[in-house]
Nanobody, 120 residues
């Protein structure tokens, strides 16, 4: 599976952006897609993910501001980001993987990053 991410850019604090991630090809072992981000000098962190069944999970720092969704027919995942803060500035990566029954996820496929810059 190849993942193509798009939608990053420069926005002022309080503004909104929507990221898209299109999956090309298929892989039976994938049942979860998500967005991670990596700010300069920091470790990559999970922002949000969504299973094929529609279950979602968010980092505490984005709850109430970001919404992840998916269009299964288009094999595309979206991340709607509202009320953006300068602390959201990072390279955002789309990922696909397998969610285990114990809640853990193995991320096996990664897209190219897309830069989100939030100015104050």
């Amino acid at each position: 599976v190849q993942l193509q991410a798009s939608g990053g850019g420069l926005v002022q604090a309080g503004g909104s952006l929507r990221l898209s991630c299109a999956a090309i090809g298929s892989r039976f072992s994938i049942n979860c897609m998500g967005w991670h981000r990596q700010a300069s000098g920091k470790q990559r962190e999970l922002v949000a993910d969504i299973t094929t069944g529609g279950s979602t999970n968010y980092a505490d720092s984005v709850k109430g501001r970001f919404t992840i969704s998916r269009d299964n027919a288009k094999k595309t995942v979206y991340l709607q980001m509202n009320s953006l803060e300068p602390e959201d500035t990072a390279v955002y990566y789309c990922a696909a993987g397998y969610r285990f029954s114990n809640g853990g996820t193995s991320w096996t496929n990664w897209g190219q990053g897309t830069l989100v810059t939030v100015s104050s």
